[in-house]
């Protein structure tokens, strides 16, 4: 059974998958970060930063957790995101069968700080909409007002910047 997480969780789990964002970005790739949680909802059981365009953090660790731990278990589980998944992020996530997921900030919040960036043409498609054309739940937390400014900090500046670059 997945546990509930308390307020001080949400912040540490989110401060954490901001930190894997960080480091991401340090390596010169996207500053998005993503945590799975052990149905405790403590323990760690992976980090992923984003890797390109088409491997964001959230898929990339949703298929390696579907290699790695039977369905059963990922129902339990817990992804903790920077951001609001994606329509593909969702996509996977889902067809992963973790049963939660936790973010810190809006895709609109993202699509502010990113425009029309080629590298991230953001959707308008809230994760929760994907997840209700499923034929098995996924909670959603989020987004989380209060942790908005930290999980956009490693953006602001970010996207003009690469976009110098093109």
């Known amino acids: 059974m997945t546990t509930a997480l308390t307020d ?3 912040t540490r789990h989110l401060r954490r998958a ?3 964002a960080e480091r991401a970005m340090a390596m010169g790739r996207h500053p998005f970060g993503a945590l799975l949680l052990a149905p405790d909802g403590e323990t760690v059981l992976a980090e992923q930063g984003n ?3 088409v491997n964001h953090a959230e898929s990339t660790l949703a298929r390696s957790a579907a290699a790695n731990y039977p369905g059963a278990y990922l129902a ?3 992804l903790v995101t920077t951001f609001e998944p994606c329509a593909m992020c969702a996509g996977t996530i889902y067809w992963a069968g973790i049963g939660r997921v936790l973010y810190g900030a809006q895709e ?3 699509l502010a700080l990113t425009g029309d ?3 991230n043409p953001t959707l308008a498609l809230p994760c ?8 098995r739940p996924v909670a959603v937390i989020g987004p989380v007002p209060e ?3 930290a999980m956009t900090a490693p953006h602001r500046g970010f996207w003009q910047r690469l976009r110098g670059r093109l």
């Open 128 to 135: 929760r909409e994907v997840f209700a054309r499923g034929q």
């Open 18 to 20: 901001n930190g894997v």
């Open 147 to 149: 942790l908005e400014e």
């Open 76 to 78: 339990q589980c817990t």
């Open 108 to 110: 609109s919040a993202l």
């Open 8 to 10: 001080e969780q949400i």
């Open 117 to 119: 960036h080629p590298e």
């Open 51 to 53: 890797i390109d365009t």
